[in-house]
C-alpha cells in the first residue's frame, strides 16, 4: 500500500522569505502522480502544485516549486517570498490510478509578519 | 469562487434526524468522490462515483448512503448518526475516473455537528 509522510505537523517563516516542507513517500509503482494541496481556515483544499513521477524537471508555478527527487521517495514543497495569505495547512498527496488520492497528515504553516 | 459547490455549509442535527447533504459541479467531471476530514488530520476518502456509478466504498457504515442523480450532482444521506461522526464533510471531482494525473478539485465542505 501507499503511504505519504510529511514530519513537521507544523512550520513558521518570516514574512518575505523562503520555507520548504516535506514530504516523502514509499510506492512501488513506476507511474504516478504527486500533488500538493493548501488548505486555509476557510476549508476548501485548493490545488497547489502537481508532479508527474516521470519528469525530471521540478514543477514550478510562480512562488511555489518543488524539489522531486524519485530514487529517494521524496517530495518537498518550497514556497518563496511568503505571503500572510500563504498560512494553511498543507498535505501532500499521492495518486497511483486506483481513484485514490492517498493524504499525508498535513503541515500547518504560519507566516510570522 | 469554488467550481464545487456543497450545501449547507454547516448543518447540526440529532441523532435520529435525517438530512442529505448536496455536492454539485459543472465542470463535466465523470469522477465524484466523498471525504469525511476530522479536525487536524487528512481527508479520509468514504465513496467514489465513476460515470454516475459507484466505484469504491470505503467501508462506510450503511448509516451514510450516497446518491449520484446525474453527472453533476453528488448526495450523501445520513440517517441516524453518531456523535463521532461530526466531521467537515468534503467532495471533490475529477475529470475523468482513474486519471492520475487529473486532479481533484473540492468543494468548501460542509461542517456536520450531531447532538
Known amino acids: 500500500a501507499q503511504t505519504v509522510t510529511q514530519s513537521q505537523p507544523e512550520m513558521s517563516v518570516q514574512e518575505a522569505e523562503t520555507v520548504t516542507l516535506s514530504c516523502t513517500y514509499d510506492?512501488?509503482?513506476?507511474?504516478?502522480?504527486l500533488f500538493w494541496y493548501k488548505q486555509p481556515p476557510s476549508r476548501q483544499m485548493i490545488l497547489v502544485i502537481r508532479?508527474?513521477?516521470?519528469?525530471?524537471q521540478n514543477a514550478t508555478e510562480n512562488r511555489f516549486s518543488v524539489n522531486f527527487q524519485k530514487a529517494a521517495k521524496s517530495f518537498s514543497l518550497k514556497i518563496s517570498d511568503s505571503q500572510l495569505g500563504d498560512a494553511a495547512m498543507y498535505f501532500c498527496?499521492?495518486?497511483?490510478?486506483?481513484?485514490?488520492?492517498?493524504f499525508g497528515t498535513g503541515t500547518r504553516l504560519t507566516i510570522i509578519p | 469562487d469554488t467550481e464545487v459547490t456543497q450545501t449547507p455549509k454547516h448543518l447540526v442535527m440529532g441523532m435520529t434526524n435525517k438530512k442529505s447533504l448536496k455536492c454539485e459541479q459543472h465542470?463535466?467531471?465523470?469522477?465524484m468522490y466523498w471525504y469525511k476530514q476530522k479536525a487536524k488530520k487528512p481527508p479520509e476518502l468514504m465513496f467514489v462515483?465513476?460515470?454516475?456509478?459507484?466505484?469504491i466504498n470505503e467501508s462506510v457504515p450503511s448509516r451514510f448512503s450516497p446518491e449520484c442523480p446525474n453527472s453533476s450532482l453528488l448526495n450523501l444521506h445520513l440517517h441516524a448518526l453518531q456523535p463521532e461522526d461530526s466531521a467537515l464533510y468534503l467532495c471533490?471531482?475529477?475529470?475523468?475516473?482513474?486519471?492520475?494525473?487529473?486532479?481533484?478539485?473540492f468543494g468548501d465542505g460542509t461542517r456536520l455537528s450531531i447532538l
Open positions: 508532479q508527474e513521477a516521470y519528469k525530471q
Open positions: 462515483y465513476s460515470y454516475e456509478k459507484l466505484s
Open positions: 498527496a499521492y495518486n497511483g490510478g486506483n481513484e485514490k488520492l492517498t
Open positions: 510506492t512501488s509503482e513506476s507511474d504516478y502522480y
Open positions: 465542470m463535466g467531471h465523470r469522477a
Open positions: 471533490a471531482s475529477s475529470q475523468k475516473p482513474g486519471g492520475i494525473h487529473q486532479p481533484q478539485h
